[in-house]
């Protein structure tokens, strides 16, 4: 990971449009998508292993709710992540730097218009523990842009 890493810092350098955490993030989400679809590291070839970006995208949201629930949001504002094509961009810098792989029909366009940030992360969000807690984001001394 220490070569990945230092390529992540290398992209961000040369596009700083996105925290290196939001790349340690996609590649999480991707490892808990292929898993989700039972795609994971048994499978014996790239193909076989190969997620499209919308299912990507649905990992993504999953993971993300998982991760951090009503603050997915949040976290992915810090991130400079504002609308689902920004993973696509992401995914993109990661296939350019080499250190992540896609066949001849994927492009970023397979990120646009997936779902809407607002929608899925904050009205259809369901707390599914045993209590609620309900507390503004200006509680918390964080300021909506």
């Known amino acids: 990971m220490k070569n990945s890493w ?3 810092k290398e992209i961000v350098k040369n ?4 925290s290196p955490l939001a790349y340690q993030f996609v590649f999480e989400a991707l490892e808990f998508t ?4 039972g795609k994971n590291q048994y499978k014996t070839s790239d193909y076989d292993r190969h997620v499209t970006g919308k299912e990507l995208m649905e990992g993504i949201k999953r993971f993300a709710l998982k991760q951090f629930g009503f603050m997915t949001l949040t976290v992915f504002e ?3 992540i504002k609308e689902d094509i920004d993973f696509g961009n992401i995914v993109f810098n990661l296939v350019e730097s080499g ?4 066949t001849e029909t994927d492009s970023k366009d397979d ?5 809407n940030f607002k929608k899925v992360f904050e009205d259809e969000y369901e707390f599914k523990g045993n209590y609620d807690i ?3 984001l200006s509680a918390l001394g964080i300021k909506k842009s």
Not at 34 to 37: A, I, S, V
Not at 99 to 102: H, N, R, T
């Open 99 to 102: 250190l992540m792989g896609k």
């Open 134 to 136: 309900r507390m503004s």
């Open 6 to 8: 230092s390529k992540i």
């Open 34 to 37: 292929t898993n989700m679809l």
């Open 78 to 80: 810090q991130w400079g």
């Open 111 to 115: 990120f646009k218009n997936i779902y």
């Open 15 to 18: 596009d700083p449009s996105y």
